[in-house]
């Protein structure tokens, strides 16, 4: 196998210099070179898909390939890594493939029961007639790699969130909407905009990993994080907030609710995702302390030493159309939540909600006071459970893939 590494490595070398120096015919033969290398390997993975796919005969409701769409491991663990684990632990059996694959991991790399994260190219797969595919307003052209495939559109957000070709993109979410086997909406305003091409779509919000969040409900960690401590130790009302830092985020509401409320320590997590935090001066305010980015099995942790959790969004169509990840994460560890007017998290009960910044710091006075309120904590308890991954999953095999 080092072997093999280091002629790989050479090939590519060697080809990298011909490019260079060689004239235009010389470039065309390297290239063809290193198609045929690639085709090979294709080949040796579909065998490795096919011995691996009799292995499994049987064992499983459904199989559904998730194409190429976020790293397995990137900085927020989100919808496609939480969907497919949960479908694998449901019944299916499930490949996710790497963007961009690692020739150094193995091809097929059992992930949890029934979830195979895949370092290989997406053709490997076109040896399967009629597959199931997930697939996002994103990554649609991905549909064309498949032999005749059965599309699972996940509908997740308002098509102006994401960057790109306006009209490409637009193009591509009208294709699946009319063109999918299932399609799934996130809020119930993507619902209703889905549904002016069709009748059948799912309603489907984000979810939860229960038991993973619940133990910061349960109080598990005696200590609190390295980082956090110091704030832990000043015996002041913590105010959370963790996921991304981008242009939805309400920099200026935090401000005016962290200069009116100097008493309280306001703690940020997660990744300065378009760079608009540091184009603010919120940093400069004492109170307010920016973390940085944590993995998602230490944020039930953290969570645990939240006295209020929040999600202080801008509000508006793009906003409105988000179910927030996190919602559910802290109804799991049963904080008391203070957010913005947002259409589809208002849906809850027990949520407060906060129209201006004097009205968001009165709203934390009051949630410091619910924090260990039985009945509220039992409220959370019982909305996070009966939004679970889990139940997610369940609804899609039953009411999507085995119609």
């Known amino acids: 196998m080092k072997i093999n590494n280091l002629l790989n490595i050479a090939t590519r070398h060697l080809f990298g210099i011909i490019r260079k120096v060689t004239p235009s015919p010389l470039k065309k033969f390297a290239r063809k070179i290193l198609r045929i290398k690639d085709s090979n390997t294709i080949k040796h993975h579909q065998k490795l898909l096919s011995e691996l796919l009799n292995e499994e005969r049987g064992k499983h409701k459904q199989l559904v390939i998730f194409p190429p769409s976020l790293d397995w491991d990137v900085q927020l663990f989100q919808r496609p890594q939480q969907l497919a684990l949960a479908l694998g632990r449901q019944g299916a059996l499930v490949f996710y493939l790497q963007p961009k694959p690692d020739r150094k991991q193995p091809p097929f790399q059992l992930i949890e029961k029934g979830v195979y994260l895949c370092n290989v190219h997406v053709d490997t797969f076109s040896i399967l007639t009629n597959p199931f595919i997930y697939l996002l307003t994103w990554n649609s052209d991905y549909a064309n790699c498949f032999d005749n495939p059965r599309i ?3 509908f997740v957000d308002d098509i102006d969130v994401f960057y790109g070709d306006r009209d490409q993109i637009a193009r591509g979410h009208q294709y699946l909407l009319k063109n999918a086997h299932i399609v ?14 069709r009748s059948d779509v799912i309603y489907s919000p984000n979810g939860v990993v229960y038991e993973h969040f619940a133990r910061a409900a349960r109080n598990e960690f005696s200590t609190p994080p390295e980082d956090l ?38 703690v940020l997590i997660g990744p300065d995702y378009d760079g608009t935090l540091r184009k603010t001066d919120l940093l400069d305010i004492p109170n307010i302390l920016w973390l940085g980015v944590k993995p998602y099995k230490e944020l039930p942790h953290y969570l645990q030493y939240f006295d209020v959790a929040t999600i202080p969004f801008i509000v508006n169509e793009i906003t409105h159309a988000t179910s927030p990840l996190k919602l559910f994460e802290y109804m799991a560890a049963e904080k008391p939540i203070v957010i913005t007017p947002m259409r589809e998290s208002m849906n809850y009960p027990g949520v407060l909600i906060a129209h201006t910044p004097e009205e968001f710091a009165t709203r934390l006075d009051h949630a410091l006071r619910m924090k260990d309120d039985i009945e509220y904590r039992e409220l959370m308890r019982k909305i996070a459970l009966e939004n679970t991954w889990d139940e997610r999953a369940k609804v ?8």
């Open 396 to 403: 899609i095999l039953e009411e999507g893939l085995e119609k």
């Open 184 to 197: 799934l909406a996130t809020a119930n305003k993507l619902v209703e905009e889905a549904k002016l091409y």
């Open 152 to 154: 699972i559109y996940d």
């Open 229 to 266: 401590a110091p704030i832990v130790d000043l015996n002041q009302p913590i105010i959370g907030y963790y996921g991304a830092l981008a242009r939805w985020f309400d920099y200026d509401l935090l401000k005016q609710i962290a200069l009116s409320r100097p008493h309280y320590r306001f």
